[in-house]
C-alpha cells in the first residue's frame, strides 16, 4: 500500500555527498559567490559544507518562518530579521536545502536583492521538486520529480515528532483508546512508509518528548492522545 506522506530518511553522508555534488555544479559554471547566504534553518548545513568546498568564507543569514494565516490554510513565508546590509561589493549566493513550492527563496531572494544589493545574486539548493515549485533555482544537485518529504538528519527529532503527532490528530484508529508501541509502529509505517526503527534513538525521544509537552499521555505500555 501506498503511504499517505512518502518520506525518505536522508542520511548525513548523503547531505555531504550532495553538497559536493552541488558545489561541483556551482564550479563547473566558473561562476564563484564572494559570500553565502544561508536560508535559516534548513539551508544552514548545506551552506556551511558550501563554504568548504567552495572555499568561501563568508557566511550569512536570514530566517524564514512559516505562518498560518488566520482564515486561511495556506502557509506564508515571512521573513523574520529583516535587518539591512550592503553587500554591493560581492556576489552572493543564497542557499537553501529544498526547493518545494518555492516561496521561501522567492522571499528570500528579493529581500537580499532589494534590501542588500549584492553586485551579483544567484541561488542554490541541494533538491529541486521541479513539477511544483515556482522557481528554479540557478544551481541544484537533485531534480525531484515526485514529492516526498526529505527527512533530513537536522530535523529528526522535530519530524518524527510531527508525524507521530500527526498519526493521533489524523488517524480515526487512535480515538478514544491506548495504543500499544506495536500499533503505534505499525500505523507510523503504513502512513510514512519507513520503519521506525530506522530513525535509531530518535523515536524513543520523540515518543518522550510528546509525553513530556502533553501531546501524548503514558497509559499502561501504551500511549493515548493528550493534548494534540
Ligand atoms: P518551500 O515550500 O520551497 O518554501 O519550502 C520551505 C522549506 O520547508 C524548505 O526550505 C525545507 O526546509 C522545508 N521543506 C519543504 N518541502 C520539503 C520536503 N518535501 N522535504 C523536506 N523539507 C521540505
Redesign the pocket.
Known amino acids: 500500500m501506498k503511504p499517505k506522506v512518502p518520506v525518505k530518511i536522508?542520511t548525513w553522508e548523503e547531505i555531504v555527498e550532495w553538497s559536493r555534488g552541488l558545489a561541483e555544479v556551482i564550479e563547473k559554471s566558473g561562476w564563484k559567490p564572494d559570500v553565502i547566504i544561508a536560508?535559516a534553518?534548513?539551508?544552514y548545513v548545506p551552506a556551511r559544507l558550501l563554504c568548504d568546498f567552495l572555499d568561501v568564507t563568508d557566511l550569512l543569514s536570514v530566517q524564514?518562518q512559516?505562518w498560518v494565516e488566520a482564515a486561511k490554510a495556506a502557509?506564508k513565508?515571512i521573513l523574520k530579521f529583516p535587518y539591512k546590509l550592503d553587500l554591493s561589493d560581492l556576489k552572493a549566493l543564497i542557499v537553501?536545502?529544498?526547493?518545494?513550492?518555492?516561496?521561501?527563496?522567492?522571499?528570500a531572494r528579493d529581500f537580499v536583492s532589494k534590501e542588500w544589493r549584492p553586485k551579483e545574486l544567484k541561488i542554490a539548493?541541494l533538491?529541486w521538486?521541479s513539477p511544483?515549485?515556482?522557481i528554479k533555482p540557478d544551481y541544484y544537485y537533485l531534480e525531484?520529480k515526485e514529492?516526498?518529504?526529505?527527512?533530513?538528519p537536522w530535523?529528526r527529532l522535530e519530524?518524527t515528532m510531527q508525524f507521530i503527532t500527526r498519526i493521533f490528530r489524523e488517524d480515526p484508529r487512535t480515538k478514544g483508546r491506548a495504543l500499544s508501541i506495536d500499533e503505534i509502529k505499525s500505523l507510523f509505517m503504513e502512513w510514512y512508509g519507513i520503519k521506525p526503527e530506522d530513525l535509531g534513538f530518535y523515536w524513543d525521544l520523540a515518543l518522550r518528548r510528546l509525553v513530556e509537552k502533553g501531546v501524548l499521555v503514558k497509559d499502561g505500555e501504551g500511549f493515548r492522545a493528550g493534548r494534540l
Open positions: 536522508v536560508v534553518r534548513g539551508g524564514s512559516h502557509e513565508a537553501d536545502d529544498i526547493v518545494d513550492t518555492g516561496d521561501t527563496l522567492i522571499l539548493a533538491q521538486i511544483v515549485a515556482k525531484v514529492w516526498i518529504w526529505f527527512q533530513y530535523t519530524d
